[in-house]
């Protein structure tokens, strides 16, 4: 036989709830928060010029959406941009587009191509 449930038991419940909600609010700084949101705008923006779902989306959007940055955004940005998605993704309870292995070759692309430049300019 099953306990019968304390008399407070739904009081107790939305408590722990408001805490749980809490802390996961504090999982991420207030400026990551910030950064990703802006960050997610971005790629946003960059699905509906190309007639693409942004939420969710295909691992194949999110390595075009980062070769396209590549020329422009140091790695560490893409990087960030990337982790941006990600999280909007498991936000929304959806399975993350970014652990693809189609994202991780490209941006394994870019930063070899990175090093690379940068070696030959070191030369």
């Known amino acids: ?10 009081i107790v419940l939305e408590s722990t709830i ?11 700084a207030d400026a990551t928060r910030a950064a990703y949101e802006s960050d997610f705008e971005d790629f946003k923006v960059f699905c509906a010029a190309m ?26 940005t893409i990087n960030r941009r990337v982790a941006a998605i990600s999280h909007f993704h498991q936000e929304n309870g959806l399975d ?22 940068r070696s030959m300019l070191e030369r």
């Open 51 to 76: 007639a693409l779902d942004s939420l969710p989306t295909l691992p194949q959007t999110v390595a075009l959406y980062i070769s396209d940055l590549a020329d422009t955004m140091a790695v560490s």
């Open 96 to 117: 993350s587009p970014t652990l693809h292995p189609a994202v991780k070759v490209v941006l394994k692309g870019i930063r070899r191509s990175r090093t690379s430049a």
């Open 1 to 10: 036989m099953l306990p019968s449930p304390r008399p407070d038991a739904a």
């Open 18 to 28: 408001s805490k749980a909600k809490g802390y996961a609010k504090n999982a991420k």
